[in-house]
Each structure stands twice: as C-alpha cells, then as structure tokens.
T-cell receptor, first 110, second 114 residues
Framework: DAKTTQPPSMDCAEGRAANLPCNHSTISGNEYVYWYRQIHSQGPQYIIHGLKNNETNEMASLIITEDRKSSTLILPHATLRDTAVYYCIVASSNTGKLIFGQGTTLQVKP | GAVVSQHPSRVICKSGTSVKIECRSLDFQATTMFWYRQFPKKSLMLMATSNEGSKATYEQGVEKDKFLINHASLTLSTLTVTSAHPEDSSFYIC??????????FGPGTRLLVL
C-alpha cells in the first residue's frame, strides 16, 4: 500500500501558484519524498525529490516539514500544460521501488 | 532528465499469442529497471524489479511465467506477455535508474488483446 495521502483533486487558476499537499506520517529516516506527474496516456514525469531540506528546481519547489510527516509541492506559475495527476511517493533510495497511490488530479483553469 | 524509450508504443494482438515490449535507457546505463501496468483510471501498479544480469523479482500476485522479464544489458530490458488474453490488455510502463539515483519512466506501451 502507498504510504502517502493526497487530496483526490484540486483546481488552480492559470498563472497562480499550485500548492499540492501530501501526508506521509509513517516515513522512515532513510526514505525520500518523490514527486512525479502523469499527463494523460503518458509515462510519469519526474518533478523533484527531497530527504529533509526544501528543494527547488526549474519545475517546482518541495517544502518538507521539520518532522518530515508532510510536504507540499509548489508549481509557482501554473499553466494549462500542468494539468495532470501528481503523485507523492516515499521510497528508499536503496531499493528504488516506487509504490504509487491515487495521486492528486490537478486541473489548471484559464 | 534521462531518456527512457519503449517499443512498441501500442500493439494489438490475438488472444493466445505472445507480445514482447522493449525498454531502453538511451543516455545512461540502468542498473535497475522496473515494470508497471496501469488500467484505465487507475494508478500504476509495480509488477517487477529487474537488475541487469539477474532474475527479476516479481511483486506479490504477478505471475512470473506469464510476464517474462529479461534484463540482458545495462540499457535494455524486455517484458514478454505470454499467451495473452483480453484481461492482459493494459498500459505497460517501464522505468530505469542507476543505483540510488532518480528513476525515469518510459512513455508506455498500450496493449490490446482481442
């Protein structure tokens, strides 16, 4: 079973920031938080990952709480092309096994 | 990010035949490849983990004799669906990674068994 809990769906206005929450209260010390997204009928696309510190790349920012029990993915300026299912996954970098939950369907609206 | 390809992108076959799907890491050598399947409106389900040069490890409930996985080189893994039946129709997706590095996914292969 997936170790994360995400809201099933969210809406965001185009050009605004999209903040996607994820709860992972049972995360272990050696597990990372990974975010992927899947646009319809395509393979998942890697977005970002982190262990305990906040991370930022050209796609998004990842904010991890100090107790590591939850995190937020931030898309700073959402576009219509960001409409997708977003998956938050906790996994050990040793095994690499990603267990997908149901994710959050983000709908970016004009 | 790294590039992973799959071939074919879609395939239609008759019930009882076998289908082979290729997964290649194009710009890196993948020590581990993973195979997933996805039914409509459902999430991805991990089928097996494949390490180069060794036997694949299958997830509980996945028939290893039905879904044959070969990982003969650091850039190629194949999934063969043997004696396919309509219930095997699905979206099959592979991913690849180098040890302890990020996992990258292929574009997927849509299988339709008639």
């Amino acid at each position: 079973d997936a170790k994360t809990t995400q809201p099933p769906s969210m809406d965001c206005a185009e050009g605004r920031a999209a903040n996607l929450p994820c709860n992972h209260s049972t995360i272990s010390g050696n597990e990372y938080v990974y975010w992927y997204r899947q646009i319809h009928s395509q393979g998942p696309q890697y977005i970002i990952h982190g262990l305990k510190n906040n991370e930022t790349n050209e796609m998004a920012s990842l904010i991890i709480t100090e107790d590591r029990k939850s995190s937020t993915l931030i898309l700073p300026h959402a576009t219509l092309r960001d409409t997708a299912v977003y998956y938050c996954i906790v996994a050990s970098s040793n095994t690499g096994k990603l267990i997908f939950g149901q994710g959050t369907t983000l709908q970016v609206k004009p | 990010g790294a590039v992973v390809s799959q071939h074919p992108s879609r395939v239609i076959c008759k019930s009882g035949t076998s289908v082979k799907i290729e997964c290649r890491s194009l710009d890196f050598q993948a020590t581990t490849m993973f195979w997933y399947r996805q039914f409509p409106k459902k999430s991805l389900m991990l089928m097996a983990t494949s390490n180069e040069g060794s036997k694949a490890t299958y997830e509980q409930g996945v028939e290893k004799d039905k879904f044959l996985i070969n990982h003969a080189s650091l850039t190629l893994s194949t999934l063969t669906v043997t004696s396919a039946h309509p219930e095997d129709s699905s979206f099959y997706i592979c991913s690849a990674r180098v040890v302890q590095e990020t996992q990258y996914f292929g574009p997927g292969t849509r299988l339709l068994v008639l």
